[in-house]
């Protein structure tokens, strides 16, 4: 796991019943929050990202893929503005995703 | 099902009892492939063509479900529809869009067949809104209404929804296909800059044909559509389109998606060659079977006929009193009113672009309010326009001061149509997977730094338009002013376009200089309107302005005279 300060990668995907964004988390349990991710680095990033596959076989998810995060208090914060938005909701609805505790 | 009533609605095509079979047979179908993608039996790379087939993609949030509009016709019992599905399924809105259809944002794949039966009830769905297919064909908002208007274009735009769906030989074209038909000297269906543009026009003894435009699209490598031909006679109109087609099927790159419009064909062989290839094709399939039968043509035009208006005088008493007793009525009606062909009535568009407000979102509440209102004053029947607003096409004068309260009522009056306020605005990064950078947010910034009205009235027609990304679904080529939402290193920058329109003097907007930050945008537009302001001649539009002194002006006025 990466630990505070340094960048590293959570791995995201859409649950396929409901389209809902979801991270792994520990114990490779999908989770709704972005801080409930578990970072990773290197090879373990992209390990986990074969176990995110074997997720989509088992028909949990849809299209998982590596996010660029940075570790901020232990827990992973998108990087890039697009995931940061998809990790929280629309910016001009506060009301809606789960910075609103909507998703679901 | 419970579909809708004949009860004349104005200017609504009816499903007959083969549209409304082939449409229970596709939902059962689709209720069955979801159940098998579900149960492991389609994998998601087998299941995505046929959920986009249906109009079903994942966006950033949840899967979107986009709704067909054919030429951003409804009835008012589809519009109730439609808010009922916001409300049950969705988040209690939905977002109209730039090719006059609805997308709901926050869909579950385990609803969608439920979904698309409820659309079925009402004659709806979402076939043809993806897919390299020849998508919704959109026309001009006042179709059947405008003053100007020499051809019904709705006419012509049903019989093309009637050919082009489940086309079998155009179901995989190289890349999508996007068809505009206007039937009014002045364009409002943006004809330019689709892959195939038609204005249809009026001839010798009434005759009606059809000038065609070929190789228009923005996105990427945007270009203004080419003439193919001056004058197709309406019997022709599907054999040429047919020919059309065909060309591109063969000869349209399948190795580039970036490559593969026909619009990049037009540009690689020229339009001359085109034409050669067009008219060869043509020559060999005409017959019978592509000859469109007059006897359809009146069919379908029966579909149109004009509701049964009362014989009123042109100018209404009732209207004039209550402009002259309430100026903020008076400023509605100076924007949101269109000359109507009918003495005594006039289209009315609904602002969906309050101030402060999201481009184009109505909530379940407001639909259901326009259906309402559209019984009651409008023949039942509501228009989408591509940019972004409902239109009322068919409105007493007497009636309007009644209307423009209710619309009030529901946040549904500013008084803001073609100003500065009315801006074009794609999801951007806010919804969509593909964006690189926000569009909405800076759209309601712009529309409340010009919340005075009586300031975007004296600014007079302007449009803005935005785009989060290169797609360009927000238009931004053929805004007054364009603005393109670019990634730059992770960060949200945004170029600035000025000069472009998508009216019948087509023109695409030229890069005012280096894209500026996202906190700095609603400062240029600001700043471009100032000087439009400070150097407009009598009369002059902003873009007679830019066409009169160039775009340096703009520049220095941008980013200083060192510019």
New interface residues.
Partial sequence: MARSGEEAKVVSA?R??????VWLGDGNVWVERVEAAVPLSGPAADAALALARQS?EA?VV??PYLVEVTVVGGHPQP????ER??AL?????PD??IQAG?VG | MTHLSSAAAAGIYHYDEIDRRFLAERVEQFRRQVARRLSGELTEDEFKPIRLMNGLYLQLHAYMLRIAIPYGVLSSDQLRALAVIGRRYDRGYGHFTTRQNLQFNWIKLVDVPEILADLAAVDMHGIQTSGNCIRNVTTDQFAGAAADEIVDPRVYAEILRQWSTLHPEFSFLPRKFKIAITGSGHDRAAIAVHDIGIRARSGPGGAVGFEIFVGGGLGRSPFLGRRLADWVPEADLLGWLEAVLRVYNQYGRRDNIYKARIKILVHEVGIDRLREQVEEEFARIRGPKYRLDPEIVETIRRHFAPPAFAALPAVSPALEQARAGDPAFARWTRSNLTPHRQPGYAAVTISLKPTGGIPGDATSEQMEAVAALADRYSFGEIRVSHEQNLVLAHVRQDDLPALWRELGRHGLDAANAGLVGDIISCPGLDYCALANARSIPLAQDISRRFADLDLQHRIGPLKIKMSGCINACGHHHVGDIGILGVDKHGVETYQITIGGTATEEAALGQVVGPAVGYDQVADVVEALVALYLERRGEGESFLQTVARIGVRPFKEKVYGAAA
């Fill in positions: 859409n396929l019943d409901t389209g809902v964004v989509v028909r849809v299209e990087l890039r503005p697009r938005i998809r909701g629309p910016s001009v609805r809606l995703g909507t």
